[in-house]
């Protein structure tokens, strides 16, 4: 964990999901984050000061997919928790984009739970949630065997 992301605030959006293709939702967030610059942004400690912003010109979006299935509900919404607390205390990877965190958990053969964490240093709340629209819109539009827009995402999310 860097100096920075001890520092740092992060925001986390948890939500239930019905019937995700995970190879599919994984392009639509990669296709929402190449248009979003500060989604590609790294955070660098200068001598003195307040961290410093790099943009990177691309980024891989890495969701890491978890299969609990064989897990009772109950044991299932523990772990979550444990789960969710211990990359809180983990930190974020600040020094290379992007800066943020995904999980998508299968919990029954229909039922998935998306966790999704980043630097509030970065962006707002009110991005993120624009990213996580953004992120459902392009999804349904790979499902249709479309490509998602980037116009409307030129002009990137609000900073904080």
């Known amino acids: 964990m860097s100096a920075i992301s001890e520092e740092l605030r992060t925001e986390q959006f948890v939500m239930s999901l019905r019937g995700v293709v995970p190879y599919v939702y994984e ?3 990669q296709s929402v984050l190449d248009g979003t610059p500060l989604s590609r942004t790294a955070l660098h ?3 003195d000061g307040p961290p410093r912003r790099t943009p990177r010109s691309e980024v ?6 978890v299969d609990w299935r064989a897990t009772r509900a109950e044991v299932q919404d523990a772990r979550l928790a444990e789960r969710l607390a211990g990359e809180s205390a983990a930190g974020l990877p600040l020094d290379r984009g ?3 965190c995904a999980t998508l958990i299968r919990r029954s053969d229909r039922d998935w739970t998306f966790a999704w964490r980043y630097a509030r240093e970065l962006m707002d709340r009110q991005a993120g949630l624009r990213i996580l629209e953004e992120a459902a819109d392009a999804y349904a539009v790979l499902l249709r065997g479309g490509t998602p827009r980037t116009a409307a995402r030129t002009r990137g999310p609000v900073a904080r």
Request: aromatic share 14%.
């Open 27 to 29: 392009q639509a967030w």
């Open 45 to 47: 400690r200068g001598p």
């Open 60 to 65: 891989r979006f890495r969701l890491q997919i």
């Open 98 to 100: 992007p800066s943020m």
